[in-house]
Every structure is written in C-alpha cells, then in structure tokens.
C-alpha cells in the first residue's frame, strides 16, 4: 500500500510542476489613437460609392514602436438606395460596404481596406474591416501587415450618406511579416 501512495504523491508533484507551455505572443501589429471620417465633394453614383476619406494619427507597433503615425485612407461607400415606384430615395443610416486605399507615415507604407462603414440612428458612426500596410520598398523583402481596423466615434455633422465624425477611437490589431518582394 505504501508504494501505491508514493507512485500518488509522484504524480500529483508531477501534475503540479509546470511545464513548458506557449501562449499567443504580444500581436506585432499593435496601432491605436484618434482618427476622422470626412466626406469628398462630389456626387455618389453606382457602382462607384460615395466617396470618403479616414485620416487619424496612431501609436504603437508596427514593424518598430511608432510614436505619431499618420494614416490616410480615400475609400468608396456603396451608395444605400432603396428603390420606391416613383424614385429613388437615398437611405441615411445602416450598415453599407467600403473599400479604398492610401497611405500610412507619409509614402513609407500603402494601404488597402476592405469592410463596412455604418452609422446609427442615434449619432454615432463606424467603420471596420480587414486592412492591409504594405513597405513601399523596392528592394529585397517587404514588410506587410495585415489586421483588423475599427474606428469609432459620434457622428459631428449629419450628412447623407457619410456623416461627418467627430473625433474617433481608433484600433487596428494584427500581424506582421516579411513577404518576398513582387517579381512582375
């Protein structure tokens, strides 16, 4: 009986010592601040959108810690229509698919976005989606990263159908790597 507990107590000590074990590290895309959803002049047609822009400044990391990044991305809204017998009629809230492009710190980085603009009843106004931040390099390895933006904030002026926001709590959350560069 005796050797019955020890073989017992062996393997609660082995059961309790810790182990080598790995977690999900720290994301390397890891970029926040304020931001901005202004809309272009012009008029919003199909298939084209309504054009828009997303301007804010964000810190964190990306590649490197990064102290005021500036991130600007021109991006298309679909226009949200809903067809009565007599007329179109433009619909002012909901949710509506976007996409667009632009640049991160300066020309240092492109970028490309891909998700959904939205804008509540109430006064606020989102947008999210997958973006991507891709080294404007023409040598060797490229840096790319790609994540999860969400901006969010209170609708400032109510236009229709991108209002214009106030200031806008900004995330984007992903990964970064190094990819061979393009061979054309």
Request: with cysteine; aromatic share 6%.
């Amino acid at each position: 009986m005796k050797s019955y507990a020890l073989v017992t107590v062996i393997l609660a000590v082995l059961a309790l010592v810790p182990g080598n074990s790995s977690a999900q590290s720290t994301p390397s895309l890891n970029l926040e601040g304020q931001g901005v959803v202004s809309t272009k002049s012009g008029p919003c047609a199909n298939p084209v959108g309504c054009g828009s822009s997303f301007s804010a400044t964000l810190s964190g990391q990306l590649v490197e810690p990064i102290s005021s990044g500036a991130l600007l991305i021109n991006f298309n809204v679909a226009v949200p229509v809903v067809s009565t017998k007599k007329t179109a009629v433009l619909v002012p809230f909901g949710c509506r698919s976007a996409s667009g492009t632009g640049t991160f710190e300066g020309t240092q980085y492109n970028v490309g976005f891909n998700g959904q603009f939205c804008s509540g009843p109430g006064s606020f106004e989102e947008l999210s989606g997958t973006i991507w931040i891709m080294q404007n390099a023409t040598t060797a390895d490229i840096t790319w990263a790609t994540g999860t933006l969400v901006a969010s904030g209170a609708i400032h002026i109510p236009t229709t159908p991108v209002p214009i926001s106030g200031p806008m709590v900004v995330s984007i959350v992903g990964a970064v790597g190094e990819i061979p560069q393009f061979i054309p």
